[in-house]
């Protein structure tokens, strides 16, 4: 199995910037494409930011020229740069990966936890 662990979450007045981290972890063969979701109270999960393993990316609309995915296949980490945030990215952010794991032929998706980002007003 894959474990993703997120960091970075926390309380931030709007304009501000914060950064995510995610670490995957475990049998793993190999990572396809890792990602940022986030849910708002009442919401459902929305794709924030996906990057595939040659680094190709893709934002949602309200996020665009905000936000910018990285990532460190070497390491096996995913990172997410928040700038100019908003009170409407207050949410919880999860870690996604497509994962294929050691002596398995097919790839799975794999979820963090979750990290709470707070952007007050």
């Known amino acids: 199995q894959v474990q993703l662990v997120e960091s970075g979450g926390g309380l931030v007045q709007a304009g501000g910037s914060l950064r995510l981290s995610c670490i995957a972890s475990?049998?793993?063969?190999?990572?396809?494409?890792m990602g940022w979701y986030r849910q708002a109270s009442g919401k459902q999960r929305e794709l924030v930011a996906v990057?595939?393993?040659?680094?190709?990316?893709s934002y949602v609309d309200s996020v665009k020229g905000r936000f910018t995915i990285s990532r460190d296949n070497a390491k096996n980490t995913v990172s997410l740069q928040m700038n100019s945030l908003k009170p409407e990215d207050t949410a919880v952010y999860y870690c996604?990966?497509?994962?294929?794991?050691?002596?398995?032929?097919?790839?799975?998706?794999?979820w963090g936890h979750g990290t709470q980002v707070t952007v007050s007003s």
């Open positions: 475990g049998n793993i063969f190999s990572i396809n494409s």
């Open positions: 996604h990966a497509d994962a294929v794991v050691g002596g398995v032929k097919w790839s799975s998706d794999f």
């Open positions: 990057i595939t393993g040659v680094g190709r990316t």
